[in-house]
């Protein structure tokens, strides 16, 4: 028989929210209690999709339709599952991904208008199966957020949308969560940084009790 897939969690949210920052504190404590991580982001995570995160994330804010995104996006999943995703949860790993498919399903289904049905039935072969067990959201009022991402100089693309997209951002991932209670919870990203690691970290510890591996 073989073993059990190894946890896969994501971290999701509109910009500025700390994703990154959050990942790195719950890839730390996991690496503390013994726990096997592998952390990756999207787009991104192979040669291949890092290529295309230049072409998602760098130009003008309309330089790709809503189409045209999502097409690329799923260019970049379907590399990203099959070469990083499924082999580390394969060997057990916990995995960590900053973005997945809830973001594709936001911004291009709900924000970008192509709708939700749409996007779930055309990215459901780059996904093969590799759906996250628990998905870490965290909420912050749009102009918050890009505040925060126009202050440290990482701006992309998005970040030059308007602030209603954002807003529809941020709504679509709210509806989100209230679809899939279970695997999406919901925490304030204005909490402390270490505060908000705290929550994050008890979660994980109740759902895949990491410190008794």
């Not at 330089?63 to 799923?74: I, K």
């Not at 790993?93 to 498919?101: I, Y």
């Not at 279970?182 to 690691?197: C, G, K, Q, S, W």
Request: hydrophobic share 40%; proline share 6%.
């Amino acid at each position: 028989m073989s073993a059990p897939a190894g946890p896969f969690v994501t971290f999701e949210g509109g910009e500025g929210a700390g994703k990154t920052t959050q990942l790195r504190h719950l890839a730390g404590r996991l690496q503390r209690a013994g726990r096997p991580v592998v952390t990756t982001r999207e787009p991104g995570g192979t040669e291949g999709a890092e290529a295309i995160r230049r072409l998602l994330l760098e130009g003008s804010g309309e330089r790709w339709s809503p189409l045209a995104e999502l097409y690329l996006f799923l260019a970049a999943r379907t590399d990203h599952v099959e070469r990083v995703i499924r082999p580390a949860r394969a060997c057990g790993a916990f995995v960590l991904c900053d973005r997945f498919h809830d973001s594709t399903r936001v911004y291009q289904g709900i924000a970008g208008g192509l709708g939700l049905e749409l996007v779930d039935r055309l990215q459901e072969p780059a996904l093969r199966g590799a759906r996250p067990d628990l998905t870490i959201l965290l909420d912050i009022d749009p102009a918050e957020g890009l505040r925060r991402r126009r202050s440290d100089g990482n701006a992309s693309r998005f970040d030059a949308r308007d602030l209603d997209f954002h807003r529809r951002v941020r709504e679509g991932f709210l509806l989100l969560a209230r679809r899939e209670p279970e695997r999406i919870h919901v925490f304030d990203a204005t909490l402390p940084e270490a505060v908000l690691a705290d929550e994050i970290w008890r979660l994980v510890s109740e759902r895949f009790a990491p410190d008794r591996a």
